[in-house]
């Protein structure tokens, strides 16, 4: 497993999730349900939902439940995932 640093905008808070837009979006970098951790590498959350334009969409993200919005500021802070290394054929 690598660790990916997330390209991410933070836009707002929906209902229940963090609302972000990506800057520069690969395919494949990060899935839905893929892990998301601060950069002390504790784990906040996962990823929810991907969604709009291709090359720069938004991503939703749905914090943990001992995570309190309040608590995290997402407009200053690194936000990383876990991928796992493609295998080569």
Request: glycine share 4%.
């Amino acid at each position: 497993m690598s660790w990916i640093k997330l390209n991410l905008n933070f836009i707002g808070t929906s209902k229940k999730n963090q609302i972000f837009r990506s800057r520069a979006f690969k395919k494949g970098q990060f899935n839905i349900y893929s892990p998301v951790f601060d950069k002390k590498m504790n784990m906040i959350g996962h990823i929810k939902d991907v969604f709009g334009p291709v090359d720069m969409p938004f991503v939703s993200i749905q914090l943990d439940t001992n995570i309190k919005q309040v608590d995290f500021d997402f407009s200053s802070q690194s936000l990383f995932t876990k991928m796992k290394k493609s295998k080569k054929k």
